[in-house]
């Protein structure tokens, strides 16, 4: 029987999981008890939950849960976690990796005037050490504060974009979308096509 490419994906991660588990010496989790085990560090408040993973080749991938970014380079037999120090009260957004050396992490932060700062952490080692990089500081008074959900692209090392949603009706969706020419140091923002999240194919084209 054929598995499609997102059947795929869902069963490769559930077994990155279950061996993420195994070496920490945790018993594989149920839907229920996922949401316990291993807490958030202090400095990141986001939910407790199995949240993105992705393979990078045959052996390495990372795998995003509990606000912890673990990375394995042997299958899944050993992991650490390459979780960048962030802020007291930042959500972790969205990861990204090109490869074993070249990734990002989307994140936020809220400020006490009730604005937000939308921020990208880049890595060219693996997570060794990582770089933070200012997308932009979202006033109070921006509609675009109200975040629901944001995502990534990259086309290369430099080339960049990233896709931020609002809280607004259930009939329609609207955001902002960001660029960066020279791997996330500086950032264009720019109103998207609309307010659903963008695929970028090649340079200068992106779907919806």
Not at 89 to 94: C, H, R, T, V
Not at 118 to 135: E, K, M, R, Y
Not at 171 to 188: E, K, M, P, V, Y
């Amino acid at each position: 029987m054929a598995i499609n490419h997102t059947a795929r994906r869902i069963l490769i991660g559930w077994m990155l999981l279950g061996a993420l588990f195994a070496t920490l010496g945790a018993a594989f989790p149920t839907s229920a008890s996922l949401k316990t085990q291993l807490q958030p560090p202090a400095q990141v408040q986001t939910p407790s939950e199995f949240q993105d993973f992705d393979l990078i080749s045959t052996s390495t991938g990372w795998i995003l849960m509990n606000a912890h970014l673990y990375w394995t380079v042997d299958d899944g037999s050993h992991w650490t976690d390459i979780t960048p120090a962030l802020p007291n009260g930042a959500s972790l957004l969205s990861v990204t990796f090109l490869d074993a050396h070249t990734g990002w992490v989307l994140w936020s932060r809220p400020d006490p005037t009730g604005g937000l700062s939308l921020q990208v952490t880049s890595t060219s080692d693996g997570g060794a050490h990582w770089s933070n990089h200012l997308i932009q500081d979202l006033a109070s008074t921006d509609l675009d504060v109200n975040l629901e959900r944001a995502r990534m692209d990259w086309l290369d090392a430099n080339l960049g974009w990233v896709m931020v949603t609002r809280q607004t009706g259930a009939s329609f969706s609207a955001g902002a979308l960001f660029h960066t020419a020279d791997g996330g140091r500086t950032w264009i923002r720019s109103a998207p096509p609309a307010g659903g999240l963008v695929g970028f194919v090649k340079i200068g084209r992106a779907h919806v």
